[in-house]
């Protein structure tokens, strides 16, 4: 069955013109469809340590866009997978027990009772949602592994047709947002102001908590040590 599954994906891939887009619906609606996938995030690790989206199936631009890069220092599913170099799988009560600011994500999906992450270093890595609780055993990681390991090698044929990924989103940070998302951003003006994270998780209307995980971000991002050190660059 594995076999078989990984030979349909090949043919479908040398198909003259398979975007990245294709790819990922013909995971979710073939590949796939046994588990019940309902929607899948592809990613890469970029040069400077994010995880910056590829291409996607069943999650619109919008919600990529809420997302933004994810920094490998924060604590996120997707950045644990890659730096433990391990799949990944959680039902919907177990993620989010174990990761408790996803749920104050509002754009992250609802509809669904699974959820697992694959790494397929050194590339980066692809995430589905599903609406079963499949058993996930050896044989199906390793499906999961040379799928993933096929599709990267896919993502990276068309880079070079299109352009490098990892620039792109690394020019739209710099040149917009000055290395941080959207949200980042908005936090960033409001603790330069003084407000605390309970205050900026008021004022934006998020959890205390998932403003937290924000801040190392930032931090992260701009390579500074914390707060005070943010404020002073802003008074410099």
């Known amino acids: 069955m594995l076999l078989g599954k990984i030979e349909t994906l090949i043919r479908f891939i040398m198909k003259p013109a398979t975007s990245q887009s294709d790819l990922c619906k013909f995971l979710v609606?073939?590949?796939?469809?046994?588990?019940?996938?309902?929607s899948i995030y592809t990613a890469e690790i970029t040069d400077d340590g994010y995880i910056a989206p590829i291409a996607?199936?069943?999650?619109?631009?919008?919600?990529?866009?809420?997302?933004?890069?994810?920094?490998?220092?924060?604590?996120?599913?997707?950045?644990?997978a890659i730096k433990k170099?391990?799949?990944?799988f959680f039902t919907k009560a177990d993620l989010l027990e174990k990761y408790p600011n996803l749920a104050y994500y509002k754009e992250f999906p609802q509809q669904w009772e699974s959820y697992l992450v694959c790494p397929v270093l050194?590339?980066?890595?692809?995430?589905?949602?599903l609406d079963t609780n499949p058993k996930i055993d050896q044989n199906f990681e390793l499906l999961l592994r040379t799928v993933g390991s096929i599709t990267m090698h896919h993502f990276n044929c068309c880079q070079h047709q299109q352009g490098d990924v990892k620039n792109r989103y690394r020019d739209n940070r710099d040149k917009k947002l000055g290395g941080l998302t959207e949200r980042q951003v908005a936090i960033k003006h409001?603790?330069?102001?003084?407000l605390t994270n309970p205050a900026i998780a008021?004022?934006?209307?998020?959890?205390?908590?998932?403003?937290?995980?924000?801040?190392?971000?930032?931090?992260?991002?701009l390579n500074i040590s914390g707060r005070k050190e943010l404020i002073d660059r802003k008074l410099d």
């Open 56 to 80: 996607t199936f069943g999650i619109s631009n919008q919600v990529l866009s809420g997302w933004g890069n994810i920094s490998l220092s924060v604590e996120t599913p997707c950045s644990d």
């Open 190 to 194: 409001l603790m330069e102001k003084g």
């Open 29 to 38: 609606l073939k590949t796939f469809a046994s588990i019940h996938a309902s």
């Open 85 to 88: 170099d391990q799949l990944l």
């Open 202 to 221: 008021q004022e934006i209307g998020y959890s205390e908590s998932l403003v937290r995980s924000e801040t190392m971000a930032i931090y992260s991002a």
């Open 122 to 129: 050194p590339h980066g890595l692809i995430a589905m949602t």
